[in-house]
């Protein structure tokens, strides 16, 4: 069906039109009305169908963490979804952050811990850790001779810290201690047994409160530019400050585990983070500096930097990082940011400093400059290396004396990786890597990792050369490899890639010469298991998991990618699914799920992500569960934006318009899909593609837009890879839009935001004030909020309502999920 371009409709449209009011369909239409009539008088949580509740609610594969010394395995199972009465606990929305004031933490948005295993990895008994009840176990990690393991535990006063014995898994907690986890939770480990910790200061008393508002809130900007992104959950008073001010403030900590003694370091303070530096002790803090700003978030505010020795006292104070103001869109600060310590003995204090004034669209040789201050930092700092686009990653290798800094170039769109020598004289730096940030064929993997005994983690150096892991994206799909990349001369070495039956994704190299490996291994139809590949060319399979399949119903789901071209020949894809019981030649009901991407190489905006070799698991709010209702599900289906960056949205409707309709003649095509009786979908941006698809065009029957924005005047700074503001592409802004067509959309949109959304640009305003215009329209729109929800749903009642929502929804415009043909 061709795309409309304007307010009227093509003479197909309306016939299209007219047969699905007085035509053959009107019977489907009938029987579509009692769900309708059903689905409005919703007020309470309802449940999918019967066969994805069985999906939905089917056990978790477990996790894994393996430990430092890389002999012992944690096996965790969590539980699959959290409780609304999780979400409902009170909550404090303060400098960007929702905070659980009864535990001076984050609102815990992950599920807790039901079991916990240790297990050798070479063979031998298992463990079962015994986890008392009376609060939420989660955030587990081991110390770094892999002697202890350690867990938080979640309780309605606080968060405690427990520790374990791998040896014999027994558990207990550490007395007296409770932990302020709401800007940091990482430690600083002074010996095998000793650890500094933020913990709530022992003298804490109430937090303010306040009966009512000492004045107004008053804000000021005298004619200085201070652009900034739509944040939410600002603080916005001097009330806020002090109630922030509260619940962030910590004292520093050693916690002996062996004995169990708590030693106060210092005195309290606004802490926002803590480093090991070096390998004595020393700890270099951040401390968050008031007043406050009621513009940016907690990570922007101004913060004192300090080095500390192993009794927590100031060896020198740093010079401060500013507070973000004044700041280009997509800039940074002037001045120190970024602080960052040497894992290794020389213990060195590095961090960045603009040098094109904080904007990036300065035209300058060279973007950041990376300065260094050795010890024992008595004397000024030195600058080691300046990067080309702007600094996003300086990172230690073993030693301290390398490190890998990854800049980005915004105009370009282009990342470099590069080696840097911090040695007493450093060599020029060597780029490793150059690429499109978009282009996945070429990237050469992340590194492993490996802890030092301060805590620290650092890329992992043997034999003089980094391992290297990768997603192996290519036309074929992904195969993961493991590289093997020698620091003297920069070259590869290829030690595995995933062969063409398995997706197997190298997860630890477990001695130096790389002659055994753990992996991930898993097939379309194997449950993901661990194994060891040992013996030449890593050819010996070990299975080390026999874990069984949580939902064997899936197996039946077909699975296929499909390849294919839009009209100016830029390639396209997406991931064909047919439901359990589909037939060769059926036409079926269709959804497609679609996120826009910008690229700046239209040879790179048809990459293929993802693997058939993948094994078939979904859950939660997933599109895919529609498959089992018997809807066909055209998944991830590419949904490139190709431009300039500066101007790529000048064209983003014709684009999306010109993916979609390529989108649809494929799957016609081949013989899956009606044109008459597709849906499309997205969540955030995509969201916002699904309500402009449905604004402009006349390709889809119905739309489902999750957690999206709508009218972007509310984000007047930027949004996605927007680099201009509002007013300096006003008729962007205003052309991409979907509020502004209210009155021409006319496909049935099904709008559902969480109404605690805290993204930036996506505010719950943005769903209400769009339904109210296309309600107010004589649009055909349902909006559905789920209560305490954020970006993403977590609760199992809010999951399973979406799922009904969006199931019930499909049914309404373009009937069951069965054969049409």
Known sequence: MPSRLSPARTPRALCIALSLAFGALAPLAATAQAPADAASAVTRYQQPSEAMRAVLDAPALPTHSLSPDQKTLAVMRSQRYRQVADLARPALKLAGMRIDPAAHAPLLSTPSLESLVLRPVAGGAERTVALPAGGGFHHLRWSPDSRHVLLNRRTPTGVELWVGDPG???????????????????????????????????????????????????????????????????????????????????????????????????????????????????????????????????????????????????????????????????????????????????????????????????KVEHRDRLMRLAAPYTGEPQEVHRSIGRATMTEFLEGGQQAVQADVDRERQWMRLSLLDLGARPAPARVISERSTRDRYKDIGQPLRRMQPNGRQAMRVDDGALWLVGAGASPEGERPFLDRLQLSDGSIRRLFRAGSSHYERPLAVLDAQGSQVLLSRESASEVPQLVLRSGAELSQVQALTRYTDPAPQLRDVQRELVKFKRADGVELSFWLYKPPGYQAGERRPTFVWAYPLEFTDASVAGQVSGSGNRFTSFGGTSPLMLLLDGYVVLMDATMPVVGDPKTVNDSFIAQITSNAQAIIDKAVELSVSSRETMVVGGHSYGAFMTANLLAHTDLFKAGIARSGAYNRSLTPFGFQSEQRTYWEAQDVYQRLSPFNYADKLKEPLLLIHGDSDDNPGTFPIQSQRFYQALSGTGGHVRYVSLPYEGHGYTARESIGHTLWEMRQWMQRQVGEGKPLN
């Open 168 to 362: 014999t898994g027994a558990l207990k907690k550490v007395q007296g201690l409770k932990l302020n986890t709401l800007l940091e939770a990482d430690a600083v480990w002074q010996g095998p047994d000793v650890m500094v910790v933020l913990a709530v200061p022992a003298k804490t008393g109430p937090a303010p409160r306040f009966e009512a508002p000492d004045g107004p809130t008053v804000q000021e900007s005298l004619g200085r530019q201070s652009p900034e992104r739509t944040l939410q959950d600002l603080l916005k008073n001097a009330q806020d400050e002090a109630v922030f001010a509260h619940y962030v403030r910590s004292q520093l900590t050693r916690v002996n585990l062996r004995t169990g003694a708590l030693q106060a370091l210092g005195e309290p303070g606004l802490f926002s983070s803590l480093q090991a530096a070096g390998t004595q002790g020393q700890v270099l803090t951040e401390r968050l500096r008031p007043p406050f700003s009621y513009q940016v978030t907690w990570q922007d505010f101004a913060r004192d930097v300090d080095l500390r020795d192993a009794q927590g006292r100031v060896l020198r104070a740093l010079a401060p990082v500013a507070l973000k103001k004044d700041v280009p869109v997509d800039g940074v600060i002037t001045g120190p940011r970024h602080y960052t310590s040497s894992p290794g003995a020389d213990a060195a204090v590095y961090w960045l400093e603009a040098l094109d004034g904080g904007d990036p669209r300065r």
